[in-house]
Nanobody, 126 residues
Framework: QVQLVESGGGLVQAGGSLRLSCTAS????????VAWFRQVPGKEREFIAA????????LYADSVKGRFTISGDSARNTVYLQMNSLEPEDTAVYYC???????????????????WGQGTQVTVST
């Protein structure tokens, strides 16, 4: 059973940067597709970014393309989300998710992922 723990959230001013980490135990993220989602209370969960197993390809939501980057460090069994040029609209709880079953697919659908972290809050102030 893979367990995911997110970290790195916090409060940042608009235009600033944060790097979120998703660290796994119980399995190697190199053999899983990993994605980041975010959710604002009262709104549906939103896909942000995903990478296929071994990071051979990535996919981004239009809202973050060019500002956010998903990457991985196999030695640390961690996937990162580097967030630059943050906007107040990026304020949300950010979740990482992973799947081994669909490891070769960078899916935008939350239902494709089997393992989820507990989330980390990102707040962007004006």
């Amino acid at each position: 059973q893979v367990q995911l723990v997110e970290s790195g959230g916090g409060l940042v001013q608009a235009g600033g940067s944060l790097r979120l980490s998703c660290t796994a135990s119980g399995g190697s993220l190199s053999t899983h597709a990993v994605a980041w989602f975010r959710q604002v209370p009262g709104k549906e969960r939103e896909f942000i970014a995903a990478r296929r197993r071994t990071g051979i390809s990535t996919l981004y939501a239009d809202s973050v393309k060019g500002r956010f980057t998903i990457s991985g460090d196999s030695a640390r069994n961690t996937v990162y989300l580097q967030m630059n040029s943050l906007e107040p609209e990026d304020t949300a709880v950010y979740y990482c998710a992973a799947t081994w079953r669909y490891g070769y697919v960078a899916s935008v659908e939350g239902g494709s992922y089997d393992y989820w972290g507990q989330g980390t809050q990102v707040t962007v102030s004006t």
